[in-house]
């Protein structure tokens, strides 16, 4: 008896498609899935620098300055220090990578505190803003030094290579907006904040004059950047983040 042409190997080959309920059952067929054409939702700030100018008079920054190199703790960024303020590691080889300063407060600055996240706050919840889920400042602002060969310690330029300020670690992870805030631009040579956006990695405009002093610089975390080396002078910033949930 002859075999039918719908049955090989005793099985059916029946192509009919399969019923379907429409719930939660996703498409027949994953390969031919077309996506749901909506408008696309646009920031124009995701992969963008924002800055907030003379937020900061020159008599605030001054004294930004001076309270940093007066009053808060110092330490080298090539030494690691444990609770106890011990020398855990000592990164003097890592000089080409990262050369700074950072004086970090002893005590909350309320004033300071407040004016950062309002000014990051601000721009962060505006129409044209990043409006991430911010809610603080989880890390204290630290003010970074840069100095030139002929007035560092070691002879070295201060700089600070290509990086990221979002990474592993229950605080970092956090960090959602990074912000600089330039205290003395136009006494100094070099020392300029640089992004990689596509393929540009151009000095940000407009940092290096008088007329940005006191000027807040916010891009969001995840962006890579760095700080080119001193050529002349020192170059003082404050340097920070804002906190939130977790990026999703």
């Known amino acids: 008896m002859p075999k039918s042409k719908n049955n090989r190997k005793g099985k059916s080959r029946d192509r009919r498609p399969v019923p379907r309920s429409g719930r939660n059952e996703g498409p027949a067929d994953y390969r031919t899935a077309k996506p749901v054409q909506e408008e696309p939702k646009q920031c124009p700030y995701l992969d963008r620098v924002a800055t907030l ?5 020159p008599d605030e920054c001054a004294q930004i300055i001076n309270t940093a190199l ?14 106890e303020g011990k020398i855990e590691q000592n990164f003097e080889e890592d000089l080409d990578y990262r050369n700074t300063t950072l004086f970090i407060p002893k005590a909350p600055d309320e004033w300071l505190f407040q004016k950062i996240l309002g000014a990051i706050m601000t721009f962060n919840n505006s129409e044209d803003g990043y409006n991430f889920d911010v809610r603080g400042l989880a890390e204290p602002p ?16 201060g700089k600070y290579d290509w990086h990221m300020d979002v990474g592993p670690g229950p605080v970092p992870s956090m960090r959602k907006i990074s912000y600089s805030i330039l205290l003395n631009p ?23 004059s008088k007329e940005a002093m006191g000027n807040v610089v916010m891009f969001p975390s995840y962006m890579v950047h760095r700080v080119t080396p001193m050529v002349k002078g020192t170059r003082y910033a404050v340097v920070g983040w804002a906190h939130g949930n977790s990026f999703k």
């Open 53 to 57: 100018p003379n937020a900061f008079t």
């Open 70 to 83: 007066n009053d808060w703790d110092q330490r080298e960024s090539m030494i690691q220090r444990d609770k």
């Open 142 to 157: 630290n003010v970074m030094r840069y100095q030139a060969p002929d007035v560092h310690p070691k002879g070295k330029p």
């Open 186 to 208: 136009g006494e100094y040579e070099g020392g300029e904040l640089c992004f990689h956006i596509g393929r540009n990695t151009d000095p940000y405009p407009g940092q290096t």
